[in-house]
C-alpha cells in the first residue's frame, strides 16, 4: 500500500480516517469465510484419518440472514444493521431537526428544534444516515442541523457567537436531485474534518493532487445545515471566526466547500448560470442579524 499523502489533521483524526479506510477495502476485497466454509473445514479436518467414519460428510451450520457470524469482525460496509466494529471520528457529532410547518407556528423555534442523535463513529453515522428522510424529501421551511457536540445551532452559542457562515442556495427544480448527494458530501467533509486541509485545484496531468499543509488544523468548523424552502435548497457551513485577519483561512473553506465538494466550476458564479440570488458566499453571524438594509461585508470565491 503506498504511503499516505501529509494531512493537515490531527494525528488522532487521520489515524481514525485511514483505519477507516483500510478496514472498508480490507472487508470488500477479502471477505472472510462464512460459518458454513468454517464448519465444513473444521469437520473435514477432524474426520481424516479414521476410517469409516472419515468418510462421512462433514457437519455444516449456516448463519441465518441478520445475524452477525462471531467469529469474525464486521464493519458497516459489510452490514448497515449488525456492524461489530466502530471507527471513532475525531470529534462527536450531533443531529438536529426543525420544521416551520403550519403545527409548529405557535412555538418558539428552540420548542420546534429536535435532536434526533448523537453520535462518534463511522459506523453510526451511516446508521443515522440511512434511516432518515434525505433533504428532497423534507417539507419546505425545514432543516437538518449536524453540529459538532455541546454545540447548538444557534448564533448565541459560545462557539458561534463570533463567527459566520458559508451559504449557498440552489434552485429546487434544477438541483432536486443532486441536493441529496450535496448533502452527504457535505457531512462527510465535516464529520471527517476536511474543509480545512488547503485547496489545490486539480489538473488533467494530477486530478487528485497531494494537499501539503499550509496552516495548522484549527478546529474551525462548527456546523454544516441544509435548509428546504419553497423555491430553493440552502446549505450553510458554520465557522467559530469571521475575522478580516482570518480571511485567507476561510476563504480556503469556501472553495473546498464548493470546488472539492459541490464539484462547480472553478470562476463561474453560480447567480451568473443559474440566476440564483446568491453565489457561495460567506457573511458573519453578526451581518446576518443586521436589519435589512444594511450593508454587509461578504467574501466570495
Do not use: C
Not at 440472514?65 to 471520528?89: E, R
Amino acid at each position: 500500500m503506498a504511503e499516505p499523502s501529509t494531512s493537515s489533521l490531527p494525528p488522532a483524526a487521520a489515524d481514525a480516517a485511514a483505519a477507516a479506510v483500510r478496514a472498508a477495502i480490507e472487508k470488500s476485497q477479502q471477505p472472510g469465510p462464512t460459518a458454513t466454509e468454517t464448519e465444513a473445514k473444521e469437520g473435514a479436518t477432524e474426520g481424516a484419518g479414521e476410517g469409516p467414519e472419515g468418510d462421512k460428510e462433514p457437519q455444516t451450520t449456516t448463519v441465518q440472514p441478520g445475524l452477525v457470524d462471531p467469529n469474525h469482525d464486521v464493519t458497516v460496509f459489510a452490514d448497515q444493521a449488525n456492524f461489530t466494529v466502530k471507527h471513532p471520528l475525531y470529534s462527536p457529532w450531533t443531529m438536529w431537526f426543525d420544521s416551520a410547518s403550519k403545527q409548529d407556528k405557535a412555538k418558539s423555534w428552540d420548542e420546534a428544534l429536535v435532536k434526533v442523535i448523537a453520535f462518534e463513529s463511522v459506523e453510526e453515522f451511516w446508521g443515522l444516515y440511512n434511516n432518515i428522510v434525505p433533504p428532497s424529501l423534507i417539507h419546505p421551511n425545514s432543516n437538518y442541523y449536524l453540529f459538532k457536540e455541546g454545540i447548538k445551532p444557534a448564533w448565541e452559542d459560545s462557539a458561534n457567537s463570533k463567527g459566520g457562515k458559508w451559504s449557498v442556495q440552489l434552485p429546487r427544480g434544477k438541483y432536486s436531485e443532486t441536493i441529496d448527494n450535496f448533502w452527504l458530501y457535505t457531512m462527510l467533509a465535516a464529520i471527517g474534518e476536511t474543509f480545512e486541509t488547503p485547496f489545490i485545484k486539480p489538473t488533467p496531468e494530477d486530478p487528485l493532487p497531494s494537499a501539503t499543509p499550509t496552516s495548522s488544523f484549527s478546529n474551525e468548523i462548527t456546523g454544516v445545515i441544509v435548509s428546504s424552502r419553497k423555491a430553493f435548497y440552502r446549505i450553510n457551513i458554520w465557522t467559530r471566526t469571521s475575522n478580516p485577519g482570518d480571511e485567507e483561512r476561510i476563504k480556503n473553506i469556501g472553495k473546498h466547500f464548493k470546488y472539492g465538494v459541490l464539484g462547480l466550476e472553478e470562476g463561474l458564479k453560480i447567480s451568473e448560470r443559474d440566476k440564483v440570488s446568491s453565489d457561495v458566499e460567506f457573511v458573519s453571524h453578526k451581518d446576518s442579524q443586521a436589519k435589512y438594509g444594511t450593508k454587509v461585508d461578504k467574501w466570495t470565491v
